[in-house]
């Protein structure tokens, strides 16, 4: 059997009814999908359920890789294809000046996870040249604060009643849409 | 609310600790005094044991510098997070007046010849007749001698005096019975500002006067900032671990996570520093090949490499391992274990920063001089520090940014 999903804009003239909102739905099994706000608030993310965010172990492969790259190239460079002479010390063998190695695996290494930190983000979050606005309201950007959420029948009747009584200033029923059953994945809180 | 305990009062088991460190710290320094002597060398006279009290004397009187420092900084940057453990770093920065007085005391004793740490205050030093001459020291007269006394004294009037007007300043606003009143913290945030143009250019030039004259043939600019960045750490560390067994012991309850996290993040973050200038400092001294820029690592390289080493590792190695996952910042335990770890790798740094200048090759490696000598100016900072602490309030009342600081999350 097809179900119905219906698109909620639960739009809020503050951030305190919006994070108490945010807690009653998920309190009820219900999920928020996004929160649309003017200014980052501390803790909203957790609150609507966002999983922590794995950045940071990207960041140590990124360093790791910055590592390995410098090595290979400054033992080419330096000792395999044209042995230098670095203050005075003929350079025969990659231990031999470390400490003059130090600085650039170290540049590297920043080099390579600060560049990779930032293209992972830009790429996870869809933020490519030429990209739409995913705004859905452009008053999140002024003064409204906003929940979007995407629910099937039951849910959405209840989402309703707790938006409202949370202090929504409006309660939009934006889209409703058919999903065959082959597409319905199960819902996750 | 009204359960919190606001009003810090010393546990006699913490009183007793710090006098049980002192009195077996003034022990072994007795004894350290009477055993300390080199067979077949009459030119060493106690050098290790002074060296011992000037490191130690040092370490602390500089680690409560770094605390006002950081406070200056706090109000300068007008940062929030930290203040709720604002008296806590204000209760370090009470040692410094202690921690100035064994340096002046060091000081004279050493211009009376009672020790010779410093090798320029050596009579007839820069007299071409005299039979210690010495041509280089002599050429670096004009920046000893009078002008380095008067440098001495006027570092320690200005940062006695920025650091009692910080303290006092957050001690009045407490007193004013108001709801919101800034005038204190106004004038805090432009003696901080200035306390930084102050201390940017004092830390580096005492250090230099203070440390880097013990090896006087040599120099280094970097040297400031290398001392700066270690002082630094070891502030940190210190309140960290204090405020973390205030948290254990029932106070500052209002202290959140993510305070001490950020704490961790200070620790992480001071440890690199601190490693990239004791880095910088080896490879551009490597690199350059200067014979008189070398000696002084020659000197440490060939009676000191195990200290060398150690210091390396504690202080740079494991806390870029330890500390860098975010769930290790947050765990107490692990934060104290950690901290204590650094705490005591930077006084060994201290040891391998001034042993070779006095002591040379007669070092001999660690002893219990060393452990009984930090014991006892340990315990003098714990009872100072302890003590400050209980005489005002550990929330601060009348201060602008309390409430963000209360609610700080990350």
Known sequence: MATNKHIIHGIFGDEVPMMEACKKLRASGIRVKEAYTPMPIHGLDSLIGVPRTRLAICAFIYGLTGIGLATLMMWYMMVSDWPNDIGGKPNWAYYFNIPAFIPITFESTVFCAAHGMALTYLLRCMLVPGAKAKNPDPRTTDDKFMLLLDLNDAQSEKAKTILKDSGAEEVNLINSYVVEPKYILEETH | MNTEKLNFTVPSKARMFSFGLMAVGLISIILMFLTDHVDGDPDYHNTRAWSNVFSGAFFFMALSLAAAFFLGLQYAAEAGWSTTIKRVIEAVTMYLPWGLSFMMLLFLLGQFQVHHIYHWMTPGIA???????????????????????????????????????????????????????????????????????????????????????????????????????????????????????????????????????????????????????????????????????????????????????????????????????????????????????????????????????TVGHHWTGLSWMEFGCFFFFLGLFIYVVLNALAKVPLRVKNHPFIQESLHHSI
Do not use: C
Request: proline share 1%; aromatic share 22%.
């Open chain 2, 127 to 357: 007299d071409a007749t005299s039979e210690n001459y010495d041509k280089i020291i002599a050429g670096k007269m004009g920046y000893f001698g009078v002008f380095w006394w008067v440098r001495t004294i006027l570092y320690m009037i200005g940062w006695l005096w920025f650091t009692f007007k910080l303290r006092n300043n957050s001690i009045e606003a407490d007193k004013l019975d108001v709801d919101i009143n800034n005038s204190y913290h106004w004038k805090n945030i432009k003696i901080g500002a200035w306390f930084m143009v102050l201390f940017a250019v004092t830390s580096s030039t005492a250090s230099w006067d203070w440390v880097m004259s013990i090896d006087t043939h040599w120099f280094s600019t970097l040297f400031g900032w290398y001392i700066f960045s270690g002082m630094w750490i070891s502030a940190l560390t210190a309140i960290t671990i204090l405020v973390i067994w205030l948290k254990k012991e029932g106070y500052m309850e209002f202290v959140t996570e993510s305070t001490i996290h950020d704490m961790g993040k200070w620790m992480f973050a001071i440890s690199f520093l601190w490693t990239y200038l004791y880095f910088s400092q080896f490879m551009l001294i490597w690199y350059a090949d200067i014979p008189e820029e070398v000696v002084y690592f020659t000197a440490r390289w060939e009676n000191y490499k195990a200290l060398m080493w150690t210091v390396f590792f504690i202080n740079f190695a494991l806390p870029m391992v330890m500390l860098m996952s975010r769930d290790s910042k947050r765990n107490f335990f692990f934060l104290m274990f950690v901290g204590t770890i650094i705490f005591i790798g930077h006084y060994l740094d201290v040891i391998m920063i001034v042993m070779p200048g």
